[in-house]
């Protein structure tokens, strides 16, 4: 049986909620034992399974810090949901390669999701507004 909107609302919730935690295994928990992991343009290309995704929030969790993520839009499919959210917190880390120094970064992120019949996620595929990024942490000699 398929999940309904609201149920998959819960799940990307519980997750994010785990995010913003920095708790890698209750993240991890929210998906399948397969599942396939995608951050588009992620150094490490995409994962699968649990174990697979773990070096990429333990990096997500070093180099960003007090995430919060607003949702702004959420579409639903039957087994499907696509989250277009705002995530907001510092960056004390070297997120996406720039150097973050502490400061405050905003971003935009697409996630698609897919769910499996128990309800855990079994496709993550992450969209960010890395132009955003780039504003905010500019590389350096780039007048930073």
């Not at 343009?41 to 070093?62: I, V």
């Not at 180099?63 to 579409?75: E, F, N």
Request: hydrophobic share 40%.
């Amino acid at each position: 049986m398929p999940l309904t909107p609201a149920e998959m609302d819960r799940k990307l919730d519980e997750h994010f909620g785990f995010e913003a935690r920095d708790d890698v295994a209750g993240v991890l928990a929210t998906l399948t034992d397969q599942a396939e992991h995608d951050v588009v343009g992620w150094p490490g290309g995409p994962s699968q399974g649990r174990e697979g995704a773990r070096p990429f929030y333990e990096t997500l969790f070093s180099d960003l810090a007090d995430g919060q993520v607003r949702s702004l839009r959420r579409l639903y499919g039957r087994d499907f949901m696509v989250d277009d959210s705002a995530w907001s917190g510092t960056a004390p880390g070297s997120p996406f390669g720039l150097h973050g120094g502490g400061r405050p970064l905003q971003f935009r992120l697409l996630h698609v999701i897919e769910f499996s019949d128990e309800g855990r996620i079994s496709r993550e595929n992450v969209w960010i507004d890395l132009a955003a990024v780039l504003r905010q942490l500019p590389s350096p000699g780039a007048g930073a």
